[in-house]
Protein backbone atom coordinates (compact mmCIF):
# COMPACT_ATOMS: atom_id res chain seq x y z
CA UNK A 1 0.00 0.00 0.00
CA UNK A 2 1.42 3.08 -0.56
CA UNK A 3 1.70 6.20 2.03
CA UNK A 4 0.34 9.39 2.22
CA UNK A 5 -1.41 8.93 -1.21
CA UNK A 6 -3.26 12.60 -1.58
CA UNK A 7 -7.04 12.71 -1.29
CA UNK A 8 -8.89 13.38 -4.86
CA UNK A 9 -10.07 17.16 -4.46
CA UNK A 10 -13.77 17.12 -4.82
CA UNK A 11 -14.62 20.18 -4.18
CA UNK A 12 -13.59 23.96 -5.51
CA UNK A 13 -13.99 27.37 -3.80
CA UNK A 14 -15.89 30.22 -5.90
CA UNK A 15 -12.97 32.27 -6.24
CA UNK A 16 -10.97 29.17 -8.05
CA UNK A 17 -14.45 28.92 -9.85
CA UNK A 18 -14.13 32.20 -11.22
CA UNK A 19 -10.57 31.95 -12.41
CA UNK A 20 -11.02 28.46 -13.95
CA UNK A 21 -13.98 30.98 -15.99
CA UNK A 22 -10.85 33.17 -17.43
CA UNK A 23 -9.89 29.85 -19.32
CA UNK A 24 -13.30 28.16 -20.24
CA UNK A 25 -12.23 25.64 -22.54
CA UNK A 26 -12.79 21.82 -21.98
CA UNK A 27 -14.88 23.97 -18.21
CA UNK A 28 -18.56 22.68 -17.71
CA UNK A 29 -20.48 24.25 -14.91
CA UNK A 30 -23.54 22.13 -14.23
CA UNK A 31 -25.90 23.27 -12.23
CA UNK A 32 -28.44 20.75 -10.88
CA UNK A 33 -31.21 22.71 -9.16
CA UNK A 34 -34.82 22.60 -10.13
CA UNK A 35 -35.71 25.17 -13.20
CA UNK A 36 -37.43 27.33 -10.84
CA UNK A 37 -34.41 28.13 -9.00
CA UNK A 38 -31.90 28.32 -11.75
CA UNK A 39 -34.21 31.02 -12.55
CA UNK A 40 -34.04 32.89 -9.83
CA UNK A 41 -30.12 32.80 -9.78
CA UNK A 42 -27.52 31.02 -11.79
CA UNK A 43 -23.72 31.14 -12.65
CA UNK A 44 -23.30 32.70 -16.34
CA UNK A 45 -22.55 30.07 -18.96
CA UNK A 46 -23.51 27.33 -16.46
CA UNK A 47 -26.11 24.29 -17.80
CA UNK A 48 -29.16 23.16 -16.14
CA UNK A 49 -29.50 19.48 -15.22
CA UNK A 50 -31.84 19.00 -12.45
CA UNK A 51 -30.67 15.84 -10.15
CA UNK A 52 -33.70 13.89 -11.15
CA UNK A 53 -33.31 14.54 -14.76
CA UNK A 54 -28.93 13.40 -14.39
CA UNK A 55 -29.63 10.59 -12.58
CA UNK A 56 -32.18 9.12 -14.93
CA UNK A 57 -29.49 10.17 -17.90
CA UNK A 58 -26.17 9.42 -16.01
CA UNK A 59 -24.29 7.49 -18.71
CA UNK A 60 -25.84 9.95 -21.48
CA UNK A 61 -24.12 13.22 -19.35
CA UNK A 62 -21.13 11.48 -18.57
CA UNK A 63 -20.09 10.98 -22.69
CA UNK A 64 -20.04 14.72 -22.71
CA UNK A 65 -18.44 15.70 -20.31
CA UNK A 66 -14.68 17.03 -20.37
CA UNK A 67 -11.92 16.91 -17.57
CA UNK A 68 -13.30 19.99 -15.81
CA UNK A 69 -16.43 19.49 -14.27
CA UNK A 70 -18.33 21.93 -11.87
CA UNK A 71 -21.41 20.95 -10.06
CA UNK A 72 -23.33 23.55 -8.05
CA UNK A 73 -26.70 23.80 -6.30
CA UNK A 74 -27.82 25.59 -3.65
CA UNK A 75 -25.58 24.97 -0.54
CA UNK A 76 -23.53 21.92 -2.26
CA UNK A 77 -25.93 18.57 -0.99
CA UNK A 78 -27.30 17.71 -4.59
CA UNK A 79 -24.28 18.60 -5.99
CA UNK A 80 -22.46 16.19 -4.16
CA UNK A 81 -25.27 13.37 -4.62
CA UNK A 82 -24.65 14.28 -8.63
CA UNK A 83 -20.63 14.16 -8.30
CA UNK A 84 -21.29 10.38 -6.48
CA UNK A 85 -23.65 9.49 -9.62
CA UNK A 86 -21.18 10.61 -12.72
CA UNK A 87 -18.23 8.66 -10.30
CA UNK A 88 -20.25 5.45 -10.82
CA UNK A 89 -20.28 6.44 -14.75
CA UNK A 90 -16.49 6.93 -14.94
CA UNK A 91 -16.45 11.05 -14.59
CA UNK A 92 -14.36 10.70 -11.17
CA UNK A 93 -12.44 14.21 -11.69
CA UNK A 94 -16.12 16.16 -11.35
CA UNK A 95 -15.90 19.26 -8.49
CA UNK A 96 -18.54 20.38 -5.88
CA UNK A 97 -18.79 24.05 -5.51
CA UNK A 98 -18.45 25.04 -1.76
CA UNK A 99 -21.67 27.04 -0.77
CA UNK A 100 -23.46 27.33 -3.74
CA UNK A 101 -24.48 29.72 -6.27
CA UNK A 102 -25.11 32.28 -3.58
CA UNK A 103 -21.51 31.73 -2.26
CA UNK A 104 -20.59 32.30 -5.87
CA UNK A 105 -22.31 35.45 -6.51
CA UNK A 106 -21.37 37.02 -2.64
CA UNK A 107 -17.69 36.29 -3.99
CA UNK A 108 -18.78 38.62 -6.98
CA UNK A 109 -19.16 35.92 -9.67
CA UNK A 110 -21.05 36.60 -12.92
CA UNK A 111 -24.50 35.39 -12.10
CA UNK A 112 -27.74 35.95 -14.12
CA UNK A 113 -30.32 36.96 -11.84
CA UNK A 114 -34.17 36.17 -12.64
CA UNK A 115 -37.57 36.16 -10.70
CA UNK A 116 -36.51 36.21 -7.03
CA UNK A 117 -38.43 32.83 -5.17
CA UNK A 118 -37.62 31.15 -1.88
CA UNK A 119 -34.49 28.77 -2.75
CA UNK A 120 -36.27 24.51 -2.46
CA UNK A 121 -33.89 24.57 0.86
CA UNK A 122 -35.47 27.19 2.46
CA UNK A 123 -39.15 25.72 1.21
CA UNK A 124 -38.32 22.77 2.99
CA UNK A 125 -36.86 24.65 6.44
CA UNK A 126 -40.12 26.66 6.21
CA UNK A 127 -42.43 23.55 5.62
CA UNK A 128 -40.98 21.37 8.03
CA UNK A 129 -40.79 23.85 11.11
CA UNK A 130 -44.27 25.29 10.31
CA UNK A 131 -45.66 21.29 10.79
CA UNK A 132 -43.35 20.64 13.92
CA UNK A 133 -44.92 24.04 14.88
CA UNK A 134 -48.84 22.87 14.22
CA UNK A 135 -48.09 19.28 15.56
CA UNK A 136 -46.63 20.49 19.19
CA UNK A 137 -49.61 23.13 19.49
CA UNK A 138 -52.40 20.96 18.06
CA UNK A 139 -50.82 18.42 20.43
CA UNK A 140 -51.04 20.58 23.68
CA UNK A 141 -54.85 22.20 22.60
CA UNK A 142 -56.94 19.77 20.19
CA UNK A 143 -55.79 15.88 20.45
CA UNK A 144 -52.22 14.31 21.38
CA UNK A 145 -52.40 12.43 19.03
CA UNK A 146 -50.96 15.13 16.41
CA UNK A 147 -47.79 14.87 18.11
CA UNK A 148 -47.08 12.26 16.15
CA UNK A 149 -47.06 14.78 13.41
CA UNK A 150 -44.26 16.22 14.51
CA UNK A 151 -42.96 12.58 15.52
CA UNK A 152 -42.65 12.20 10.98
CA UNK A 153 -41.17 15.19 10.39
CA UNK A 154 -38.36 14.75 12.74
CA UNK A 155 -38.00 11.11 11.43
CA UNK A 156 -38.24 12.19 8.20
CA UNK A 157 -35.87 14.96 8.46
CA UNK A 158 -33.33 12.15 10.24
CA UNK A 159 -33.91 9.28 7.75
CA UNK A 160 -33.03 12.59 4.53
CA UNK A 161 -29.75 13.11 6.80
CA UNK A 162 -28.78 9.55 6.82
CA UNK A 163 -29.54 8.86 3.30
CA UNK A 164 -28.59 12.45 1.98
CA UNK A 165 -31.52 12.72 -0.05
CA UNK A 166 -35.33 15.00 0.66
CA UNK A 167 -38.49 13.04 -0.40
CA UNK A 168 -39.91 16.66 0.93
CA UNK A 169 -38.01 18.40 -1.71
CA UNK A 170 -38.96 16.03 -4.59
CA UNK A 171 -42.72 16.27 -3.58
CA UNK A 172 -42.28 20.62 -2.67
CA UNK A 173 -40.23 20.93 -7.01
CA UNK A 174 -43.61 19.38 -8.04
CA UNK A 175 -45.80 22.49 -6.56
CA UNK A 176 -47.08 25.04 -9.64
CA UNK A 177 -44.94 28.09 -7.84
CA UNK A 178 -41.78 25.68 -8.53
CA UNK A 179 -42.39 25.12 -12.45
CA UNK A 180 -41.64 27.30 -14.90
CA UNK A 181 -42.60 28.13 -18.60
CA UNK A 182 -40.11 25.52 -20.01
CA UNK A 183 -38.88 22.40 -17.63
CA UNK A 184 -35.43 21.11 -19.06
CA UNK A 185 -36.05 17.42 -20.39
CA UNK A 186 -33.46 15.46 -22.23
CA UNK A 187 -33.30 17.13 -25.54
CA UNK A 188 -33.29 20.40 -24.02
CA UNK A 189 -30.83 19.85 -21.22
CA UNK A 190 -28.30 16.93 -22.20
CA UNK A 191 -28.24 16.42 -25.48
CA UNK A 192 -27.75 20.60 -26.20
CA UNK A 193 -24.25 19.71 -24.21
CA UNK A 194 -21.33 20.11 -26.22
CA UNK A 195 -19.34 17.42 -26.66
CA UNK A 196 -16.25 18.32 -24.79
CA UNK A 197 -14.71 15.18 -23.77
CA UNK A 198 -10.81 14.68 -24.66
CA UNK A 199 -9.89 11.39 -25.85
CA UNK A 200 -7.82 8.96 -23.84
CA UNK A 201 -4.55 10.22 -22.82
CA UNK A 202 -4.73 12.96 -25.02
CA UNK A 203 -3.77 16.39 -24.71
CA UNK A 204 -5.97 18.99 -22.74
CA UNK A 205 -7.53 21.83 -24.44
CA UNK A 206 -5.67 24.98 -24.04
Excluded at 78 to 107: D, N
Excluded at 122 to 135: D, E, H, I, P, T
Excluded at 154 to 165: D, E
Amino acid sequence: MTANTPAAVTSIDAETLRTWMKDPDDLIIIDVRFAAEFEAMHIRGSYNVPLPLLSEHTDELAERLGKRVVLVCQSGTRAEQARTRLGGAGIGSAHVLTGGVPAFASAGGDVVRGQKRWDLERQVRMVAGSAVVLGLAGGRLVSPKLRMLAGGIGAGLTFSAATNSCAMGAALAKMPWNKTASEPTRESAIQSLPKVRPTQDGPAAS
